[in-house]
């Protein structure tokens, strides 16, 4: 079983990789194979080669994640609950947001999901 500590550690890493814009330091998180689907019932994104555009595009928007509790940790999962702010289509909205990471034993995130849909994004300007 992955590192509780180490798993923890990741999800703040990609929260920070937000803050500072860099989607490189976002995707080093994860395993070369993983695959990230976002929101869920969209197209999974698979291996770095995917993930890295998807979080380019995402950060381009200027987004930034905002915890709003505690990690999660069960088994190989982290899951957790925050919100994105960002500007989409000329306004400024918030979309609350749950992801799950699932580890590896290095501590790799394997898979990503992020559970949100249209009524989960707010106008706030």
Same mark, same amino acid.
């Given at each position: 079983?992955?590192?509780?500590?180490?798993?923890?550690?990741?999800?703040?890493?990609?929260?920070?990789?937000?803050?500072? $814009?860099?989607?490189?330091?976002? !995707?080093?998180?994860? @395993?070369?194979?993983?695959? +990230?689907?976002?929101? +869920? $019932?969209?197209?999974? &994104?698979?291996? &770095? @080669?995917?993930?890295?555009?998807? =979080?380019?595009? *995402?950060? @381009?928007?200027?987004?930034?994640?905002?915890?709003?509790?505690?990690?999660?940790?069960?088994?190989? =999962?982290?899951?957790?609950?925050?919100?994105?702010?960002?500007?989409?289509?000329? *306004?400024?909205?918030?979309?609350? !947001?749950?992801?799950?990471?699932?580890?590896?034993?290095?501590?790799?995130?394997?898979?990503?999901? @992020?559970?949100?849909?249209? $009524?989960?994004?707010?106008?706030? *300007?």
């Amino acid at each position: 079983m992955p590192d509780p500590a180490r798993m923890e550690a990741a999800v703040h890493e990609y929260v920070a990789a937000f803050a500072e $814009g860099n989607a490189e330091r976002a !995707v080093a998180i994860f @395993a070369d194979n993983a695959t +990230v689907e976002d929101p +869920v $019932g969209t197209p999974i &994104k698979q291996g &770095k @080669a995917e993930i890295l555009p998807f =979080y380019q595009g *995402s950060m @381009a928007t200027g987004a930034k994640l905002e915890l709003l509790g505690p990690v999660r940790l069960a088994a190989d =999962y982290a899951v957790f609950p925050f919100a994105v702010l960002l500007e989409w289509e000329g *306004s400024q909205k918030r979309i609350d !947001v749950i992801d799950t990471f699932r580890f590896d034993e290095d501590g790799k995130v394997i898979e990503m999901r @992020a559970f949100w849909g249209p $009524g989960n994004m707010h106008d706030i *300007s």
